[in-house]
């Protein structure tokens, strides 16, 4: 896609050498190394090639973590979301909103609320107070390949709890009416507790009240003959009837994809009523509204979330012409019952999916970095602090928004995450590119056909060079180039003073 008819050029002006400053993940005070350039004015084709070669913004401030020196690699991730399927976590926190909006229900006890950032720089964030795009839990398991697994089994231990609770009071229940022997509902008669007789043990004549565990082991135990005998009489099906076309299957066999979920319609006495609005914020990008692209167009947009009239998040996407990426969501914390983090990041890509219609080409969705390497990030007690990256680290659960993909730091070719996690297990920086002999195609070949914006003139490179004034200038310059690839030092002007 080039650049719109009329369109500002790229402007950045690269600073020289890396940056060395405090992690806010391992805490290494000088351990976080990346490399930056301020964007005076960018258009969304260039920021696309950029941030496909592992850089990011922050405001205008656009930068690349130097991946094989910093104490934590960040590596870009994306989501595929054409072929994205909610899982049923996801589910659970639409269907949520759903039953707030519509019956204005809730049980905030239940609910595992978004901790708020902290220690953000206030001249990137202003006075926003930042959001995890994530749920995030209070407990210290560590994420790996396991952690499906792990959360299957938090939700097995707290099903169980549950059970518990609902015997124990199924039983209490049954031995009041046993008590009270009179007939009237339980609501009707004052029930006083009192200590048992010495010496008066169960009534032998009734039948012993049931443990819960051996009603869970009941339950699964006629869940699995249940299943023996559907899988047996769905063979025989196969076997003696004629298949459906794919025109005449049941639509209650379908499974239901996210915009079943988000554009679900609300009853008409609905209590709760959650609107979106969209407007342009403040970015180097930018605007492009091209005829064959979103109807909005492509640069950088704040979503408002209004409920009943007042606003309780804003999302910063960037629309550009290959992807949707999200850059942060803040929002109000009264709010955090409504899981606003997961359930932006699903509007979003449900939003990915929408804009595809129209544009083929859009078909991604980018969630930020995943920083396999640090603790804080393998564990669900992560706040993310760290100065620049207030963007939307999906990639903590990760597995929880597939497919998605990593993109090489070497040779810049997106891999499929499942198989990147092993050598990650090994290695904290890694190349994912498994054939050895690929090397970066945008790798720099001509750096005099690089442009520079001097003295308010545009130049090719070879021009400049003869007007340099110190010897560390062709350096800065070469650095530049290989971090940006030849395509975009062709594109872009680097300002030079």
Known sequence: MAAAPGASPTIVEYFEGEDFYRCGYCKNETGSRSNGMWAHS????????????????????????????????QYTIRCRPLHFQPSKSHKKVLKKMFKFLSKGEFSKGNNEEEPMDSQMDNAVMDDFVLKSKLDIHSDHRPLGEGYNEVIENEVEKKEEKLEDKKTKELNQSHAQKEKLGSGEPSSSVKVVASAPK?????????????????????RKRQKLILKSQTDKLE??????????????????NQRKNIEDFIFDILPEDAAHRLEFTRFLCT??????????????????????????????????????????????LYYDPDYSFLSLGVYSALREIAFTRQLHEKTSQLSYYYMGFYIHSCPKMRYKEWIPHLLFLSISLLAFLVGQYRPSDLLCPETYVWVPIEQCLPA??????????????AVDEERIKELDRLRVLYKRTIMPYNVYKKRQKGPSDEAIVQQYADL?????????LLFRS
Not at 244 to 251: F, V
Not at 292 to 310: E, M, R
């Open 42 to 73: 960018m258009t969304v084709q260039d920021y696309q090639d950029l941030i496909d070669r592992g850089w990011r913004r922050s405001g205008k401030y656009v930068y690349k973590p130097v991946m094989n020196q910093t104490c934590c690699p």
């Open 198 to 218: 010495p010496g008066k043990g169960a009534d032998l004549s009734k039948p012993p009240c049931r443990k819960a565990k051996d009603i869970r082991k009941e």
């Open 235 to 252: 063979g025989f099906q196969v076997q003696h009837e004629p298949q459906l076309l794919p025109s005449e299957k049941p639509k209650l």
């Open 283 to 328: 970015s180097p990008l930018e605007m492009e509204n091209p005829p064959n692209g979103p109807d909005y167009g492509y640069g950088s947009f704040h979503q408002q979330y209004w409920l009943d009239g007042k606003i309780i998040a804003v999302g910063v996407i960037d629309v550009l012409p290959y992807c949707v990426s999200s850059v942060y």
């Open 424 to 437: 990650l297990e090994s290695s904290k920086y890694c190349r994912f590119n498994q054939d050895a002999k």
């Open 484 to 492: 940006v690839g030849q395509t975009c030092s062709e594109r872009m």
